[in-house]
């Protein structure tokens, strides 16, 4: 979920878990959402996105569900590994000319081996 | 092929002075922005710009000026330095307006 103040929410999980991370998003308007992810002392790094036009979407041990009734996105992680420890942020497009990003405060994902 | 390079990696400043944050990427990208980003807020968009001569400002903009003469630089002004733009600041571009967003490594500036 969206952090609230300085501490991120975080979730953690035993190597070889399956993760989910939520993301409530604010503008029912919004029409593409992408998920990041950033170690420590890196720049945000591209995982997956999606249209609105779509409700899942596939990669390669990431999935990303959108659900616009309650306007909730997550993204699950197959078979956690170590090296997936990082703060995660969502962001949605909510202008119609796909110029800007919101993001949201990010998840802290903590994979003990 | 080195992506979005960002220059310098740290930078301490005294309040009021002023520097370019500097921006460059070999990709070819039409679209590029700045972001600053501070514990618990996650990344705010500063400005951004769609296209080499075209330029629009984001969410924080006050404080930050910018501006794109070619493709590849984007570079991001701080003319007088205040403590609140103590943040970390990343660069990012792509080739389809947001889609994708490819970001840098970072500046990590503190103003004293």
């Known amino acids: 979920g969206e952090s609230v103040g300085l501490h991120l929410p975080t979730l953690s999980v035993q190597e070889g878990d399956n993760s989910i991370i939520n993301c409530a998003y604010s503008?029912?308007?919004?029409?593409?959402f992408i998920w990041y992810k950033q170690e420590s002392g890196k720049g945000p790094q591209f995982i997956i996105d999606i249209r609105s036009n779509m409700d899942k979407r596939q990669g390669q041990r990431v999935t990303v569900l959108l659900n616009k009734t309650v306007k909730h996105l997550s993204l699950q992680i197959a078979a956690t590994q170590p090296g997936d420890s990082a703060v995660y942020f969502c962001a949605e497009n909510r202008n119609s000319g796909y110029s800007t990003l919101t993001f949201g405060k990010g998840t802290m994902l903590l994979v003990s081996p | 092929n080195a992506g979005v390079t960002q220059t310098p990696k740290f930078q301490v400043l005294k309040t009021g002075q002023s520097m370019t944050l500097q921006c460059a990427q070999d990709m070819n990208h039409e679209y590029m922005s700045w972001y600053r980003q501070d514990p618990g807020m996650g990344l705010r968009l500063i400005h951004y710009s769609v296209g080499a001569g075209i330029t629009d400002q984001g969410e924080v903009p006050n404080g930050y000026n910018v501006s794109r003469s070619t493709t590849e630089d984007f570079p991001l002004r701080l003319l007088s330095a205040a403590p609140s733009q103590t943040s970390v600041y990343f660069c990012?571009?792509?080739?389809?307006?947001?889609?994708?967003?490819?970001f840098g490594s970072g500046t990590q500036l503190s103003v004293l």
């Open positions: 990012a571009s792509s080739q389809n307006r947001v889609e994708k967003l490819f």
């Open positions: 503008n029912s308007a919004s029409d593409y």
